[in-house]
């Protein structure tokens, strides 16, 4: 049996009304959420056992999540069949300036000396982490939202009250990020 032109036209017409009802995804691969719950859970554990571990690890990793979230992106849209170029240029611009403001952060607390005083230096990272995170919530992926309130809370708490706090908050808000991220997932179903 061969098709017929009448038969394409049907199915061109069938593919354009699905892609026209697809509703997109509104969050990233779960890889991505994995990245960075890996990247807070590692760091501030590292902040109560071993602080100047720590401090290498939120800088390199810094730059390897956002070197493994590019490529996972990279990977997964073709995967989801979503090749969204505008969401995939939001994506590298948001972290990329995150990126570049939490350098200039650092800039700044060398210069004023900051980094001396570990309490103040621990807020001030925190709280830009936490911006990085509420902002990729609001623009970018839904997730990332409560792992921010999380952060921004810890942010202004007195971490020498509470034993092992910096572990707490960095599991804490790595536990809100996956399990947003899958909460997420499994309602788009």
């Known amino acids: 049996m061969s098709a017929t032109p009448s038969d394409a036209q049907q199915d061109l017409a069938f593919i354009r009304q699905v892609v026209a009802n697809r509703k997109p995804s509104k969050h990233g691969p779960l890889g991505i959420a994995a990245v960075w719950a890996l990247y807070l859970a590692g760091g501030y554990t590292l902040c109560d056992f071993h ?4 401090g290498i690890w939120f800088q390199v990793g810094l ?7 590019w490529y996972i992106c990279y ?4 995967f989801a069949g979503e090749l969204d170029r505008r969401l995939g240029l939001r994506h590298a611009l ?6 570049l403001f939490f350098m200039a952060l650092v800039a700044i607390a060398l210069r004023l000396n900051l980094m001396s005083n570990p ?21 970018i992926d839904g997730a990332y939202t409560l792992a921010g309130i999380v952060l921004m809370i810890g942010s202004v708490v007195d971490s020498q009250i509470i ?3 910096a572990s707490i908050l960095g599991i804490t808000a790595a536990v809100a990020l996956l399990a947003a991220s899958f909460w997420m997932v499994r309602r788009r179903g």
């Open 51 to 54: 602080p100047l571990a720590a």
């Open 63 to 69: 730059v390897i999540g956002t070197f493994a979230s």
């Open 75 to 78: 990977r997964f849209e073709p």
């Open 94 to 99: 948001h972290w990329t300036v995150m990126f």
């Open 119 to 139: 309490e103040v230096w621990g807020s001030l990272a925190t709280l830009a982490l936490a911006v990085a995170f509420l902002y990729a919530g609001l623009h």
């Open 163 to 165: 034993p092992y706090f």
